[in-house]
């Protein structure tokens, strides 16, 4: 019953067919995406990546054997059929399809290949377990909505590489066998047979390499970079992904901001099919933790948190009053929910509980009615309080207050993560309402408790504010980076820097995280001795592509991105990734596996 091509090709894709082709003579190929049998007539919806298309077979007008191949054919069997274009009778029209005015009348068919029932129904509505799509993911990616992804995801990479370029950037390739770096993650390893004993690494960035075509001259640079990272994952994440990489020399952050907020507009216009308005609000990390508790903050949720400190602290109630006491490293920071003021006791315990999941010691509420406080820590507030507390808060009549107490950092950090839970629950929130932000000034250096001494905050090789340069090593915690985060809806979706271009800047950076000098030069040496022959100042960032297609168009995660993408452990269910190795790769390697 299967046939073979035979040299035959198609007239029109299954996406084709308007009025103008009736009467046509048509061939199309694709595959059975629904078989209908009504009462002899046999209806067979064909589909391929362009579109789906409505054929008929009539008993009447077709010879037996070709009747009997059609009656064959089964669901996701690979078809030709050829037969004459005509409109469909009036009334009977398909609105939801772009074809849905035609059909093919068939004459010919041929099954072009079998297929075995697949092992879920491939309708956007049916459900099947993740595990068991990436087990089949090339039937998976026959559905309507990963389909539909990888064509934006295209459609993104396309616009992207044009901007780009008519905006004087070029796209360079850097390597994929790099020499192993501490970046933040673990390196994947690659050994060097010819090298015994030796690796390479597959990079988690292009950040060195970038760097160092701006020392070449290049002046700006693009890339759509592979990155692979050695790290525990989520949903946003996956061992290798794809980022829009870009660098630029001469530039100051704002500078950056404007190509990547142009990149943006220039997609909006040719993807999305809507206008974006810039510039983009900018804000500090400072400003960013004390208004939403988060570096990645959701601006269309209508609450943001208020320090309370000094009103609350006057209050009776104590963990209130210690707050204070303590400042200005501890305080107390409201959160006034719209309207919430309904929620139920069984509710505000599952706050609490949230906010305890993030951290905090505790919460505190009080409804707000009227001019007044209800319930709660309400009775801890004389009269003269409320209105102060309430103008403090930011609370209006209906208002459910919520309240913690403790470290300033820690209480910022449960609050916002608290915020972002109701929000998204509470409120609706349109997710084609994108709200961007830029997030500036991050610090430079953290505080690693568990070697008690100071660590990168993001990476190594961004430049301080110029303002902070005198205290990289003196007083480490007071300096700010010139590093960028640009948010939207609550995820970060790129992130970049002024780059350090100078060798002693670069050195006493790598001093004050513990770093000594022959491991600096023994890592870094190439990119040090790069700053020695005229580096000029230079700055990027880089554009998660994979979260660019699912903020824009759609999905549970990234893995609704990536074509093949790998499980939550790291592997890969269609190909069974990671496998063992022949052993005699090994010996040749030099490598031994040890139980």
Partial sequence: MIEPLRGRKRTHRCGDLRTEHAGQRVRLMGWAHRVRDHGGVLFLDLRDRYGITQVVFRPEKLEPPMLEKARAIGSEYVVLVEGTAKARPRGSENQDLATGAMEVEADEVAILNASRTPPFPLDDGATASEDLRLRYRYLDLRREILKNSMIFRHRIVRSVREYLSDEGFLEIETPLLVKPTPEGARDYVVPARLHPGKFYALPQSPQLYKQILMVAGFDRYFQIARCLRDEDLRADRQPEFTQIDLEMSFVTEEDVFQVVEGTLQSLFRRDLDRELKTPFPRVTYDDAMARFGSDKPDLRIPFEIKDVTEVSGASAFEVFRSAKAGAPKTATLALAVPGLATASRREIDGYEASAKQAGAAGLAWARVKGSALDGGVAKH??????????????????????????????????LGFLRTQIGSAAFKLDDQDFRFLWVHRFPLFEWVEGRRGWGPAHHIFTMPLDEDLPHIETDPGRVRAQLYDLAANGNELASGSIRIHRKDVQEAV????????????????????????????????????????????????????????????????MDGAPAPIDPADLKELRIRIEA
């Fill in 381 to 414: 507030f004389g009269a003269d309080l409320v209105s102060k507390l309430v103008d403090a808060a930011g609370a209006r009549e209906g208002d459910l207050l919520l309240f913690a107490s403790g470290e300033r950092p820690l209480v910022q950090r449960a």
């Fill in 510 to 573: 790598m001093r004050t995280i513990g770093m000594k000098p022959e491991e600096a030069h023994g890592k870094f040496g190439f990119l040090l001795e790069a700053f020695e022959y005229g580096a000029p100042p230079h700055g990027g960032i880089a554009l998660g592509l994979d979260r660019l297609v699912i903020l824009f168009n759609g999905g549970d995660s990234i893995r609704d991105a990536i074509a093949f993408p790998k499980t939550a452990s790291a592997t890969s269910l």
